[in-house]
């Protein structure tokens, strides 16, 4: 794929993420790697009006070559694409649900949500929790490169979830999962549920190794 369609896809997708309410505001951000560096959305900028001609290009270290400034948030993708070297795409919402589980305090700190259904384990898998750092700090790119080498969606306490994937259209289609099971976690909260056991989520495993 061109960078221009790349432009394209990053602008079209996100848009989409915003009309359905899944990163408020300014919220959010979006990058995909290419050969020479990566393309990111521009800090301050609405999901919902990404221009793809103002969309920012790095180089491999991460400096700026062309378009706005990136999010601020760069440093969270660049530390995941360094774990994860076949990530083609990320994205990070600010996604209501997620970010409420996010904030709950009994929740299992390595995995932080059940596997309700069979996509989100194929989707999604284990889901461990990032501590909380404060916007901007440099010690929470550390900690998402510390379990990025085991997992491909972190969940940030009191943020939201970052999500990688092969391609854009995977890591936005992951984190729609994430985000209607959080949903779904939600609800069924004071309720018996029936999570799918350790035996039905090894034989997804077993039956789709390359979505897990």
Same mark, same amino acid.
């Given at each position: 794929m061109r960078e221009t369609q790349? %432009?394209?896809?990053?602008?079209?997708?996100?848009?989409?993420?915003?009309? %359905?309410?899944?990163t408020p505001g300014a919220s959010g951000n979006i990058s995909v790697?290419?050969?020479?560096?990566?393309?990111?959305?521009?800090?301050?900028?609405?999901?919902?009006?990404?221009?793809?001609? %103002?969309i920012s290009k790095l180089d491999l270290n991460g400096a700026l070559l062309s378009g706005d400034k990136p999010t601020k948030e760069s440093f969270l993708h660049t530390?995941?694409? !360094?774990?994860?070297?076949? !990530?083609?795409?990320?994205?990070?919402?600010?996604s209501g649900h997620a970010v409420a589980v996010s904030c709950m305090h009994d929740v299992d700190p390595?995995?932080?949500?059940?596997?309700?259904?069979?996509?989100?384990?194929?989707?999604?898998?284990?889901?461990?929790l990032v501590p909380y750092f404060p916007p901007g700090d440099i010690n929470l790119a550390k900690a998402v490169g510390e379990m990025a080498s085991d997992h491909h969606a972190v969940l940030l306490a009191n943020h939201g979830p970052v999500v990688a994937g092969a391609?854009?259209?995977?890591?936005?289609?992951?984190?729609? &999962?994430?985000? &209607?099971?959080?949903?779904?976690?939600?609800?069924?909260?004071?309720?018996?549920t029936r999570p799918l056991t350790e035996e039905q989520v090894a034989e997804i495993h077993q039956r789709f190794p390359n979505l897990c």
């Open positions: 790349h %432009r394209d896809e990053i602008a079209r997708l996100a848009r989409s993420l915003f009309d %359905r309410g899944l790697r290419l050969e020479d560096g990566w393309l990111m959305t521009p800090t301050g900028t609405s999901m919902g009006n990404i221009d793809p001609a %103002r530390a995941m694409y !360094a774990k994860r070297p076949n !990530a083609g795409a990320i994205v990070h919402l600010h390595k995995n932080v949500l059940p596997p309700l259904t069979a996509y989100y384990v194929m989707k999604i898998g284990v889901l461990p391609s854009l259209e995977d890591a936005v289609y992951a984190v729609e &999962e994430l985000e &209607e099971t959080a949903r779904l976690y939600l609800a069924l909260q004071g309720m018996r």
